[in-house]
């Protein structure tokens, strides 16, 4: 998916996040996943709330399985923290694409 209509669900994607994090008790905890793993849709996401909220992000353990998000993709830089989000590829796993950031809120 591209142009009009990946834009359209990356703004989704962001109002979502937002709200979800908006919801979430103080020292709450919330995942953000997604089944793919194209980087608007996740870590510009991600790096969106942290831009937008004090939301921080927590390790998450999954092995060998998963590797480190991005912390930069083509011209975008994203906040260093994003390394603590996982990204799964399908050539490891034998199946769809995967991201996963656990996003705490301070308190």
């Not at 930069?72 to 990204?87: A, C, F, I, N």
Request: with cysteine; proline share 7%; aromatic share 10%.
């Amino acid at each position: 998916m591209t142009g009009p209509r990946k834009a359209k669900l990356v703004e989704l994607q962001k109002r979502t996040i937002l709200r979800g994090y908006d919801l979430l008790k103080v020292k709450g905890t919330m995942v953000y996943a997604t089944c793919t793993y194209h980087p608007l849709e996740n870590e510009a996401v991600v790096d969106y709330l942290l831009k937008n909220r004090e939301a921080e992000l927590l390790p998450i353990e999954t092995g060998p399985a998963g590797e480190p998000g991005l912390t930069q993709w083509q011209k975008e830089h994203y906040d260093r923290s994003l390394q603590k989000t996982v990204r799964f590829y399908p050539h490891r796993l034998d199946s769809v694409g995967f991201f996963m950031a656990r996003i705490g809120k301070p308190g």
